[in-house]
């Protein structure tokens, strides 16, 4: 079964620095997400990217935050100076899309682990 | 707002089934029910979704009613392994939006 694959599982990082987080989608999806969940709270919606652009970005995702499609199989988060309350686990999903990506089931993946000291 | 109501817990015991309910009294008529569930430590796992007619797959059955306003989520045969959060969401536009979901206790 098509997975979504998230590195790294875990990271650690000193507040104000810079971290990517890497997601390779399923291959024929055509709409991806960034999700995050704080310890202990629900999982929060982020941004969706849609043919090459965010289609829809949440309050959570201000200028500090960026995603890029680099090439036909990576999808990217940037946070460009991490702050403590960066620290959650990041989830990226994808759905088939075509029209309305909500007829579709999504597939997260496994997450990616971020702690900022 | 994930603009679904779930109970905020329920219990069963293993190999008996469990049925899991939501409300959606709000729901548009082109709005899909999404599940899915979330166990311990890992990111949230799709059960399953439909828009009118009930649904079953290898996981589970959705049974939605007629009105649309409300579905139950049936775990045929639970296991130890079935122990986690279930989120029911209705399918927006252009996302989906979590709620707190139904954290399912499984006794063995």
């Known amino acids: 079964e098509p997975e979504v694959t998230q590195t790294p599982s875990h990271q650690v990082t000193q507040m104000g620095q810079e971290v990517i987080l890497r997601c390779v989608p399923i291959?024929?999806?055509?709409?991806f997400y960034w999700y995050r969940q704080i310890l202990g709270q629900k999982v929060e919606f982020l941004v969706s990217?849609?043919?090459?652009?965010?289609?829809?970005k949440s309050e959570i995702f201000d200028d500090q935050f960026s995603v890029e499609r680099p090439d036909g199989s990576n999808f990217t988060l940037k946070i460009r100076s991490t702050k403590l309350e960066d620290s959650a686990m990041y989830f990226c999903?994808?759905?088939?899309?075509?029209?309305?990506?909500?007829?579709?089931?999504?597939?997260f993946g496994s997450g990616t682990r971020l702690t900022v000291v | 707002d994930a603009k679904t109501t779930q109970p905020n817990s329920m219990e069963s015991n293993e190999e008996e089934p469990v049925h899991l309910p939501c409300n959606h009294s709000?729901?548009?008529?082109?709005?899909?029910i999404h599940w899915y569930r979330q166990l311990p430590s890992q990111g949230p796992e799709y059960v399953i979704h439909?828009?009118?007619s009930n649904v079953n797959n290898r996981m589970a059955s959705l049974a939605i009613a007629e009105d649309r306003k409300s579905s139950t989520l049936i775990l045929h045969r639970a296991t130890l392994r079935d122990a986690a959060v279930y989120y029911c969401?209705?399918?927006?536009?252009?996302?989906?939006?979590f709620g707190q979901g139904t954290r399912l206790t499984i006794n063995p």
């Open positions: 999903a994808s759905s088939a899309g075509l029209g309305r990506p909500t007829n579709y089931g999504y597939t």
């Open positions: 291959s024929n999806h055509l709409y």
């Open positions: 990217f849609y043919n090459n652009e965010i289609s829809e």
């Open positions: 709000t729901i548009s008529g082109t709005d899909y």
């Open positions: 439909g828009l009118t």
């Open positions: 969401i209705r399918g927006g536009a252009q996302k989906l939006v």
